[in-house]
């Protein structure tokens, strides 16, 4: 059963910088590509980022283009997302998720399954 969890949210001053990673158990890398999603309170949960399974295609929400950086690492099995100059309006759950297909699906987050429990990123100006 494949399993994410993600790590490293916490509080940071704006213009500061967080890293979060996501650890995926009983995955088969390649078949699967990795997104991450946020989710403040009274949203829907939208993409931030995403990586294909190859490694060799990202893409970004245009709001953290520039600012976040998605990789991964230990044989696909991490996938990390850099977060830097973060915003107040950066604030809110950040979630990994798995998605099966690479195209215009990886910016729906009904496409993903499995996910992770969440980690909250909270900025303060």
């Known amino acids: 059963q494949v399993q994410l969890a993600e790590s490293g949210g916490g509080l940071v001053q704006a213009g500061g910088s967080l890293k979060l990673s996501c650890a995926a158990t009983?995955?088969?890398?390649?078949?699967?590509?990795m997104g991450w999603f946020r989710q403040a309170p009274g949203n829907e949960r939208s993409l931030v980022a995403a990586?294909?399974?190859?490694?060799?295609?990202?893409i970004y929400a245009p709001s953290v283009k520039g600012r976040f950086t998605i990789d991964q690492y230990g044989g696909k099995n991490t996938v990390n997302l850099q977060l830097d100059s973060l915003k107040p309006e950066d604030t809110a759950t950040y979630y990994c998720?798995?998605?099966?297909?690479?195209?215009?699906?990886?910016?729906?987050?009904?496409?993903?399954?499995?996910w992770g429990q969440g980690t909250q990123v909270t900025v303060y100006s």
């Open positions: 998720g798995a998605v099966r297909s690479w195209g215009p699906s990886v910016e729906n987050a009904s496409e993903y399954n499995p």
């Open positions: 009983a995955l088969d890398s390649n078949e699967y590509s």
């Open positions: 990586i294909k399974w190859t490694g060799d295609n990202k």
